[in-house]
């Protein structure tokens, strides 16, 4: 029992440190749909992403959790509460490779997560009509799990 005390320590440390392990001016990798927790030196006054569409940033204290929205490279600059930057970052969003399939059928692309079993799952680059089936349906999903339903919803008019 004695000497699993420390390897529970080590264990503890390497998971505290792990999260803060990305520094200032590095790449950061984030898969698509994924996101990563970045440790930063103190509460941040503002974030600025180059391109939202690409990745996108939840802040709590100092903890900044990095969204992989779709593929590409972008940048997240931080910056204290005097406006001094404090962090910088390159985000690189992949896709997530393992378990992906795509099934290519007369030049149109369908994109799949086999784990075990082959499901749809919704990537840029499918066939429009393969994506808009996809994303219909998981919204017919969600608004029945929540009780909600956006078809029907409409924008408020227009102030006058």
Not at 58 to 81: A, Q
């Amino acid at each position: 029992m004695r000497y699993r005390t420390p390897l529970y320590f080590t264990a503890a440390a390497f998971l505290a440190l792990s999260a803060a392990t990305v520094q200032a001016g590095q790449v950061l990798t984030v898969e698509a749909d994924q996101s990563q927790l970045v440790i930063l030196p103190s509460i941040p006054g503002s974030v600025v992403i180059g391109n939202p569409t690409i990745s996108d940033a939840t802040v709590e204290g100092t903890k900044m959790f990095i969204h992989g929205r779709s593929f590409g490279t972008t940048n997240i600059m931080v910056m204290d509460l005097d406006g001094n930057q404090v962090a910088s970052f390159e985000v690189s969003v992949s896709h997530t490779t393992s378990n992906a399939v795509a099934i290519f059928k007369g030049g149109m692309r369908g994109s799949y997560n086999c784990a075990p079993l082959c499901e749809s799952e919704m990537q840029i680059g499918d066939d429009p009509g393969f994506f808009k089936a996809a994303n219909e349906q998981a919204k017919a999903k969600i608004e029945l799990a929540t009780g909600t339903d956006t078809a029907k919803s409409e924008a408020p008019p227009a102030p006058q």
